[in-house]
Nanobody, 126 residues
Framework: QEPLVESGGGLVQAGSSLTLSCSDS????????MGWFRRAPGKEREFVAG????????DYADSVKGRCTISRDNTKNTITLEMNNLKAEDTAVYYC???????????????????WGQGTQVTVFS
């Protein structure tokens, strides 16, 4: 069983909202920073949002700031990414990721993330 499983992607119209979820099936990362990244066709992987182990620290890419909210529920071993006012440029495969830093604050550098989900496709049409 994969340690991180994303869900919630889909095909939506511009201006719509979507919520992505990531399940940490083994509860392995409830004490570690986690985050969301995305990769659009022909582009490099980019940071979208991150959250510290207890949810007290968060960070967002400038491209999604004000439109996205990341949260986590360590009792359910899940993190979510609520995305509003979606734009065509948000089209990408979205990946959930986890670090191995115990009790850590938010991380935004992909190189600090050791575990990755399989990804979920988000497609926004105009």
């Amino acid at each position: 069983q994969e340690p991180l499983v994303e869900s919630g992607g889909g095909l939506v119209q511009a201006g719509s909202s979507l919520t992505l979820s990531c399940s940490d099936s083994r509860g392995s990362f409830r004490r570690s920073p986690m985050g969301w990244f995305r990769r659009a066709p022909g582009k490099e992987r980019e940071f979208v949002a991150g959250i510290g182990w207890n949810g007290d620290t968060k960070d967002y890419a400038d491209s999604v700031k004000g439109r996205c909210t990341i949260s986590r529920d360590n009792t359910k071993n899940t993190i979510t990414l609520e995305m509003n006012n979606l734009k065509a440029e948000d089209t990408a495969v979205y990946y959930c990721a986890a670090t191995t830093v115990l009790w850590g604050s938010v991380r935004s550098d992909w190189s600090e993330y050791a575990y990755w989900g399989q990804g979920t496709q988000v497609t926004v049409f105009s």
